[in-house]
């Protein structure tokens, strides 16, 4: 089995690869290619994957190439996990919103529609080069905003499933609240990317007994103060909200934070300058400890059993709970066992969400198998939570049109559209620094 990482020079990797190796058997890997135009950092990657590899006894062979088209051709699946621009443009999108009083985020708001136009022509780029090279390979994007960037794949015709973390993270967070195998828990997750929430927390799998009333009521604190919530949202609400849902529920709080203190991207920067030190070091042969403060936790789990099942293998059970709908059941069967198991993932809605086209993206659990990602029924969803889907993913309409078409008229109509922005002047004056910051990755401009 043959796989591909597109961005395999970022500091992100070695979880992945951590991740391939403790999971051979459930994903076994024969060839891995890391796939990046930055040469130096890919060697330094590539050389820490090699050595991650061989400790815990994995055979196959890591590849390290700049030649895209030599990279995935002949590949299973391919795994996307770029960021166009760097961190110095993700510094930027996380600034000049600032100057308008907005929410200045990489993936929410207008920064997140600057990464989304500088993101989609390049992603489709590669998944056209992909499919001419082999037709048949799955794409798994873990590049943000994935919900766009996952739209764009699916309607441009590629065999392309969404990835995020949000959700196995909760996951494992609440089992270790529990006091449970994460295994053991399946989440009742919906809503788009970077806009979820937890409405029921299950045992076993879909249709357990909801354990969620029982978590807030004895956790609810700690989990509030996870997602840098008062506990007494999630008390009236009665649900856990991502932790992106803060950018909504307390925008104003949340900007002048950002005013007052450095930005993640200036964090993750420095972090990943030190990373990429104690990459270089011959004598580590296990992902740094510091590597889990850069984000991504449980990437490579998500990763490896959404593979797996894709390509037709059986997933290991490693991420979202039972997959047979036993109420007992703590693994995930795969195809041989006659059932797909349950991943959260974003795929096409097609009816799910009845408010919602179908051909919108939503994150939520779908039963995934070789032929992809068919999402599990939803209950019907209150309107606090529908009517802020159903304004998101106006804007993300609007946002892949701009992506696609480029045009200042576009930008500026998406980010009129966004409930974060919504007002003339406001969306006026991002349109202007958004161009002004990004000239250089939009050829219309």
């Known amino acids: 089995m043959k796989l591909a990482v597109v961005g395999g020079g970022s500091t992100y990797t070695p979880e992945l690869i951590d991740g391939f190796a403790r999971l051979r058997a459930t994903l076994p890997v024969t060839e891995l290619v890391l796939v990046d135009p930055a040469a130096e950092r890919l060697d330094l990657v590539g050389g820490l ?11 196959g062979r890591i590849v390290t190439t700049s030649d895209l088209d030599a990279g995935v051709a002949g590949a299973d699946a391919v795994l996307l996990q770029l960021r166009v621009g760097g961190q110095a443009a993700r510094q930027r ?5 600032l100057e308008c009083g907005c929410v ?23 998944a056209e080069r992909v499919r001419r090279t082999n037709p048949d390979a799955w794409i798994i994007d873990f590049t943000n905003p994935v919900g766009i960037v996952t739209r764009a794949l ?9 990835l995020c973390n949000v959700a196995i993270g909760l996951q494992r967070k609440f089992a270790a609240r529990l006091g449970l195998d994460p295994s053991a828990l399946h989440l009742d997750h919906v809503g788009l990317n970077h806009l979820t929430w937890e409405t029921g927390v299950r045992l076993g799998g879909p249709g357990g007994e909801d354990v969620l009333p029982r978590l807030l009521a004895e956790h609810g604190a700690g989990i509030a103060e996870d997602l840098r919530l008062p506990v007494s949202v999630l008390d009236r609400l009665g649900v856990v909200p991502s932790y992106y849902l803060r950018y909504f529920y307390a925008h104003d709080v949340v900007v002048e934070e950002l005013r007052t203190k450095p930005s993640r991207a200036a964090e993750v920067a420095e972090m990943e300058r030190r990373l990429l030190e104690m990459y270089g070091d011959p004598a580590l042969d296990e992902k740094p400890e510091l590597l889990a403060k850069r984000g991504g936790a449980f990437y490579s789990e998500a990763a490896v059993d ?4 894709l390509l037709g293998g059986t997933s290991g059970g490693t991420s979202r709970g039972a997959a047979d709908g036993t109420a007992g059941g703590g693994t995930s069967g795969g195809a041989a066992g006659g059932g797909s198991p349950y991943q959260v993932v974003n795929t096409y809605n097609n009816g799910t969400l009845p408010f919602l086209p179908d051909d919108a993206v939503i994150e939520v659990q779908a039963a995934v198998g070789p032929k992809g990602a068919v999402p599990l029924p939803v209950p019907a969803l209150d ?3 529908a009517g802020l889907i159903s304004h ?3 804007y993300e309409d609007l946002a892949l049109d701009a992506a696609l078409r480029g045009g200042r008229d576009r930008v500026f109509k998406a980010l009129l559209a966004h409930p974060l922005i919504g007002q003339i002047e406001t969306a006026d004056g991002l349109t202007d620094r958004l161009i002004a910051h ?8």
């Open 154 to 162: 699916l309607r441009a015709g590629h065999k392309a499933v969404g």
């Open 383 to 385: 309107p606090l939570y």
């Open 392 to 394: 998101v993913t106006a």
């Open 104 to 126: 200045g985020q990489e993936t929410t708001g207008a920064g997140g529609l600057a990464k989304a136009l500088r993101t989609v022509p390049v992603v489709l780029d590669i």
């Open 306 to 309: 959404l593979a797996a099942v």
């Open 438 to 445: 990004n000239r250089e990755h939009l050829p219309w401009a």
């Open 93 to 97: 999108d996380e600034t000049w919103p």
């Open 49 to 59: 994957a090699r050595r991650i590899f061989a400790k815990q006894g994995h055979d």
